[in-house]
C-alpha cells in the first residue's frame, strides 16, 4: 500500500498529477453545492487545496509555481478573448457613464483598502489579498502575487489567506449591499420594471419594415443615389414595384412612385428612412411569402480564413453574384449590412438572392460549421507569447522607486483584448467557440486555484486564530462601502433605474453569483449593464492589484 500512500503524501511527477487532479474534481463537484441559491462555485477549489496542504499534501515548488503560472495565463488570456470585441465598443454613447461609475468602484475599494491598512496596521500585502476576496476577483490575486514574486523574489502566502478568508462573504456581502439599497434608495420594483424593460430594448438591432415611395425627389433615381441622398446606414432587401414585379434590390436598382420597399436597419434610423422615402407601411404577407420561386433567403456561415476581416463593400457580392445581405448575425446580435462592416469567422449573414447565386456566395464564404470547430493554435500561443514579452518590459514611471512590469497577467490580458479587437482586421483569426473559450478558461483558474491552494494551507489555521479572523470583517467593509456609495452617485446624479445599478454593482465587482441574483428580479437589463462594464473592469482589477503591490514593497 505505499505506493498509495505515496499518490498523496510523497513526491514525483505522479504524486503532484494526482494530487492536483483530485482537488480540482473534489473542489468542482462542492462548487454545485447552493445555499440560499448562491453558490461559491469553483472557487472551492481554493479551499479543498488549502485543506490538502493543511493535512500535509505537499507538490514541490517548483511544480507549483508552473502550475500556478500557466493556469493564470491560461485563465487571463482567455477572459481577454471574450472581452476584447466589446472592451472598446463599451466606451461608447451611455457606456461612458456606466464605466467611469465601474471605475469609481474599483477606486473606491482600493482606497477603502489602503485606509483600513493605514488603520488597523494589518500588511498591506495581505490587504490586496483580502481586497481581491471581497470582490471575489481571481485575476487580481493572481496579479498581486505574480508583481510581488517578480519584485521581490519572494511570495507572500498570506495574499491567498486573506483572498480565502473574504471571499464567502465577498459573494454575499454584494447580494446584501443590493437589498439595502433598495432600502436606501425606496425603491419600487414595479414601477421601475417598467423603465427598466424599455431602456432594455436594442436599440442597433437590424429590423426590417416596409415603405411606400411617395417622395418625388428620389423619383428615378438608382438606391445608390437615395442612399447618399438620406445619410442613414440602410439596406432594401427586395422592391415591389408598382406594376407587379419585384427584383432583388443592387445599388443601381431605380426606385418610382408607389414602390414597396422592404428595408432593414437599425431602429433609431427607421423613422428617418421612412419619411425621407414616402411613409411606412404594413410588410404584406405577399412581400415575406414566397412570391418567386426563384428567390431564396439563406444564413451562410462565415468560415474562410479569406473572407475574415473585409468590409462587405470589399466583397461586392451584390455586384459579382447578384444577390443582397440584409442582415449580419454576430453572437446572437443582428447587425446591420452596411458596407463598412467588417466580417470575422463564425458571422452569420442573411442572403437573398436566386439559388444558384446564394449557392456561389456559399461556397465564398466557407458555410462549413464543421471548419470553425478546427482550434486555431497558431493566435492562441502566439498571442500568449506576445504577452509574456510585453508582461516582462520594464516601465519606469515618475514616482515609482522601480520599474513596474504588466507581468504574466498584464501582459496576455492586453494583446488578447487588442488581438480579438483588430485580428479580424488584419485577417488574424482569433475565432473560438463559446464552449473552448470556457473549457479554457476553467482549465486554466482551476490550476491556478489548486496550485495557491496548496501553497496557502500550511499554517492557515495558525494565521486565523492569530488575528486572521478580522480579515473577514476587513472584507465586509471593503465589499459594502464602494457599493453603497457608487449606487447613490448612480441613482441620484446619473439617474439610473434600480435595474442598471444591479447589473453596474455586479460587473464592477465581478461577481456572478451577484449577477444572476440581479437578473431573477430585474429580467435582462442587468445582464447588459453587466456587460458593459465587466471589460474595463477586469483590465482595472488586474491593473490596481499590481500598483497596490509596488505600493506595499
Avoid at 407587379?244 to 433609431?268: C, F, H, Q, Y
Avoid at 504577452?387 to 516582462?392: D, Q
Avoid at 480579515?471 to 465589499?479: N, R
Avoid at 464592477?508 to 453569483?513: A, E, L, Q, Y
Amino acid at each position: 500500500m505505499e505506493w498509495f500512500v505515496n499518490l498523496f503524501m510523497g513526491s514525483g511527477v505522479a504524486h503532484s498529477l494526482f494530487l492536483i487532479a483530485l482537488i480540482i474534481a473534489i473542489g468542482t463537484q462542492l462548487g454545485k453545492i447552493k445555499i440560499a441559491g448562491v453558490s461559491l462555485g469553483i472557487t472551492w477549489i481554493l479551499f479543498v487545496g488549502i485543506f490538502a496542504s493543511a493535512l500535509g499534501m505537499r507538490v514541490d515548488a517548483g511544480t507549483l509555481h508552473f502550475i500556478k503560472e500557466f493556469g493564470l495565463i491560461l485563465f487571463i488570456y482567455s477572459i481577454g478573448l471574450q472581452v476584447g470585441p466589446g472592451f472598446f465598443a463599451s466606451f461608447k454613447k451611455g457606456g461612458i457613464t456606466l464605466n467611469m461609475l465601474a471605475v469609481g468602484f474599483v477606486l473606491l475599494g482600493c482606497i477603502t483598502t489602503y485606509v483600513i491598512h493605514l488603520f488597523t496596521d494589518t500588511s498591506l500585502i495581505t490587504m490586496i489579498g483580502v481586497l481581491s476576496g471581497a470582490v471575489t476577483n481571481t485575476p487580481g490575486l493572481g496579479a498581486a502575487q505574480q508583481t510581488l514574486l517578480e519584485t521581490t523574489g519572494a511570495e507572500d502566502p498570506s495574499i491567498a489567506m486573506g483572498y480565502a478568508v473574504a471571499y464567502p462573504l465577498g459573494v454575499v456581502g454584494v447580494i446584501i449591499s443590493l437589498l439595502l439599497i433598495k432600502k436606501i434608495l425606496k425603491v419600487d420594483v414595479e414601477k421601475e420594471k417598467a423603465v427598466a424593460d424599455a431602456a432594455a430594448q436594442p436599440k442597433e438591432v437590424a429590423t426590417r419594415f416596409a415603405v411606400m415611395v411617395e417622395n418625388p425627389g428620389v423619383f428615378g433615381k438608382p438606391l445608390f443615389d437615395v442612399d447618399k441622398l438620406i445619410g442613414r446606414p440602410f439596406v432594401v432587401s427586395r422592391i415591389y414595384h408598382s406594376d407587379g414585379t419585384m427584383e432583388v434590390a443592387s445599388s443601381s436598382s431605380v426606385i418610382n412612385k408607389d414602390d414597396r420597399l422592404l428595408i432593414v436597419t437599425s431602429s433609431p434610423n427607421i423613422e428617418n428612412v421612412a419619411t425621407f422615402l414616402g411613409r411606412q407601411i404594413e410588410v404584406g404577407k405577399d412581400m415575406v411569402g414566397n412570391v418567386d420561386t426563384q428567390l431564396v433567403s439563406r444564413k451562410i456561415l462565415v468560415t474562410k480564413p479569406e473572407v475574415n476581416g473585409r468590409t462587405l463593400g470589399e466583397l461586392k457580392l451584390r455586384s459579382i453574384y447578384g444577390i443582397n445581405i440584409t442582415r449580419v448575425n454576430r453572437s446572437g446580435i443582428d447587425l446591420t449590412a452596411t458596407p463598412d462592416l467588417i466580417l470575422q469567422m463564425g458571422d452569420r449573414v442573411m442572403v437573398v438572392g436566386s439559388e444558384k447565386a446564394i449557392n456561389k456566395v456559399s461556397v465564398f464564404m466557407g458555410n462549413s460549421s464543421e471548419q470553425l470547430w478546427e482550434p486555431n493554435l497558431i493566435p492562441l500561443f502566439f498571442g500568449i507569447a506576445l504577452g509574456v514579452l510585453l508582461g516582462s518590459i520594464p516601465f519606469m514611471f515618475p514616482g515609482m522607486p522601480q520599474a513596474v512590469k504588466l507581468g504574466l497577467a498584464g501582459g496576455p490580458l492586453i494583446i488578447a483584448i487588442l488581438m480579438s479587437r483588430f485580428g479580424p482586421k488584419y485577417h488574424l483569426i482569433t475565432y473560438t467557440t463559446i464552449s473552448a473559450n470556457k473549457m479554457l478558461r476553467e482549465i486554466g483558474i482551476s490550476l491556478f486555484l489548486a496550485a495557491v491552494g496548496l501553497g496557502a494551507g500550511e499554517g492557515f489555521v495558525d494565521m486565523i486564530l492569530s488575528g486572521g479572523y478580522l480579515w473577514i470583517l476587513y472584507g465586509f467593509i471593503i465589499t459594502i462601502v464602494p457599493v453603497i456609495i457608487i449606487s447613490i452617485i448612480a441613482r441620484k446624479a446619473c439617474k439610473l433605474n434600480y435595474f442598471q445599478i444591479l447589473g453596474l454593482i455586479s460587473g464592477s465587482s465581478t461577481n456572478p453569483p451577484a449577477l444572476a441574483f440581479s437578473n431573477s428580479i430585474g429580467g435582462a437589463t442587468p445582464s447588459v449593464t453587466y456587460a458593459t462594464v465587466y471589460p474595463i473592469t477586469m483590465f482595472l482589477r488586474v491593473l490596481t492589484a499590481q500598483i497596490l503591490i509596488l505600493m506595499a514593497i
